[in-house]
């Protein structure tokens, strides 16, 4: 893939994930859905979008993707939700993407792929932005919640990792929503108790599953056989910083030097580890 469109498709995938904890956040902290409620739909939608899409607009007979990076999917949509009921933005943000990027490195280290001294100079500087744009709003997060999210950073670290060899980008993603939609299912059965609609919920769960989820994997699935494993996990460090600057923009949240600072060296930081003279080969 040209080096022009795997940086614009990147960044489309970003804003999407972005946007994707600002409906959830918004979701389940200022509306009365539910958990469950909001996964089901989220998931459900999602696979719908995708199937109109591969079937009305494309040329492919059937879906592709798998049961285990369903599950996957799943895992980091199930834990990604229940985590965000009593975390923080920032301490969640912190786990979230600290997880995945654990997760997709080690992976990338253990196949053998080496980083240079400038990559590991980038690491270190987008890490160390992450951490100073969330550690004012850390504090002692409780443990359940904290193990959920780490989980749904692993699960979503193993889904992208599996994407990268999953063939038709679309058509794996869409396969994978459907195959997500039975697990959600059976999550919403256990949790019958605890059920609860709201339209504004369902309106900001069906915008996560059609564009942000749906569309916005199905992307990022497309980008992914072009980025090192390393790469990948580092340039999700951007997530975060996209979140509060549209917090400010679209929520009214206050900005301040220390944000400007931690995204100016997450971005330069993602920069330097995704920079090269020349094309690698993937993991």
């Not at 990147?10 to 994930?17: G, R, V």
């Not at 834990?79 to 990027?101: E, P, R, W």
């Not at 038709?168 to 939609?181: D, H, K, Y």
Request: glycine share 12%; with cysteine.
């Amino acid at each position: 893939m040209p080096v022009g469109r795997t940086i614009s498709l990147t960044a489309i995938a970003m804003l999407a994930f972005a946007g994707n904890s600002l409906l959830c956040r918004q979701a389940l902290k200022h509306t009365n859905i539910d958990v469950a409620s909001f996964t089901l739909i989220r998931l459900i939608s999602g696979a719908i979008a995708l199937w109109i899409l591969v079937h009305v607009f494309g040329n492919a007979k059937k879906v592709g993707g798998n049961w285990p990076s369903a599950f996957a999917l799943f895992a980091y949509a199930a834990g990604f939700s229940l985590a965000y009921v009593d975390l923080t933005a920032g301490t969640g943000a912190l786990l979230l993407f600290g997880s995945v990027q654990l997760s997709m490195i080690s992976y990338g280290l253990w196949r053998g792929e080496k980083l240079s001294g400038l990559q590991l100079g980038g690491l270190g500087l987008a890490v160390i932005g992450l951490v100073v744009l969330v550690l004012p709003g850390l504090a002692a997060p409780p443990i359940l919640n904290s193990a959920l999210m780490i989980g749904a950073g692993v699960a979503w670290g193993v889904y992208s990792l599996r994407g990268r060899g999953a063939g038709e980008p679309t058509l794996a993603t869409a396969g994978n929503f459907i195959r997500t939609v039975p697990m959600a299912l059976a999550f919403s059965l256990a949790m019958i108790g605890h059920l609860n609609l709201d339209k504004v919920g369902i309106a900001l769960a069906l915008s996560s599953g059609i564009i942000t989820s749906g569309l916005g994997y199905a992307i990022w699935y497309q980008v992914l056989p072009s980025l090192r494993a390393t790469q990948a996990a580092t340039v999700q460090l951007s997530v975060p910083v996209i979140a509060a600057l549209a917090g400010i923009s679209l929520l009214g949240e206050q900005p301040s030097w220390r944000l400007a600072l931690a995204s100016i060296a997450i971005i330069c930081g993602i920069g330097l580890v995704i920079y090269e003279r020349s094309k690698v080969k993937t993991v």
